[in-house]
C-alpha cells in the first residue's frame, strides 16, 4: 500500500470510488454521478492549495483522502474540511485509518490549524474513524439533508493540528 498526491490523471478511479455512495447511500448528500471532467476540476481546485492523497494496493487506487477550505473569510484560512473514502469492501482494515492520518499530518506539515468532518447521519463507521484520529463531536446540525426520501442529520466532528 502506497500513498500519493492525486493528479488529475486519477479522476476515473476517484469517480469509480465515489459514485456508488452517491448512488446508493446517504453518506454524501451528492444525488448526481459525478462526472470524470467534473471530478478532474474538483481535483485541480483542490490541489492548488490543499492535499488530495490517494491509497493505491499494487497500483491500483483504492481510497482518497483531501482536504477544502472551511470557509471563504480569510480569517477562516487556517480551518479545513477533510473528506475521505475507500472503495466499497475495503472498510475495516485499517486503511482508512491510515489514509485520513496521512492527510492529517500533511495538513499539520502545511501549519493549518483545525481539521472538520462532517459526517452525515448515521455512520458509525466513519465516526470511530474520526474518534480514532482524535477528532470530537461539536454539532450536529438536524434535518439539513434530504434524499432518499428522508431527512437527514449532519454531525461535525473537530481535530486541532
Not at 453518506?27 to 462526472?35: D, H, I
Request: net charge positive.
Amino acid at each position: 500500500m502506497t500513498i500519493r498526491s492525486a493528479t488529475v490523471e486519477d479522476a476515473a478511479r476517484i469517480c469509480a470510488i465515489y459514485n456508488p455512495y452517491v448512488q446508493g447511500t446517504t453518506v454524501t448528500f451528492e444525488e448526481e454521478p459525478v462526472a470524470e471532467a467534473e471530478m478532474r476540476r474538483r481535483i485541480q481546485d483542490v490541489t492548488i492549495y490543499l492535499p488530495w492523497l490517494v491509497l493505491e494496493d499494487e497500483g491500483e487506487i483504492v481510497g482518497y483522502a483531501y482536504a477544502t477550505k472551511w470557509r471563504a473569510r480569510s480569517a477562516y484560512r487556517f480551518s479545513v474540511e477533510s473528506t475521505v473514502y475507500l472503495e466499497q469492501g475495503r472498510t475495516g482494515a485499517g486503511l482508512g485509518t491510515r489514509l485520513y492520518g496521512e492527510l492529517v499530518a500533511e495538513l499539520r506539515r502545511r501549519g493549518l490549524r483545525t481539521v472538520i468532518g462532517g459526517v452525515a447521519q448515521p455512520n458509525p463507521a466513519s465516526v470511530r474513524l474520526h474518534e480514532k484520529l482524535g477528532f470530537r463531536k461539536v454539532a450536529l446540525f438536524e434535518k439539513v439533508g434530504y434524499k432518499f426520501g428522508q431527512w437527514l442529520d449532519v454531525g461535525y466532528w473537530q481535530l486541532h493540528l
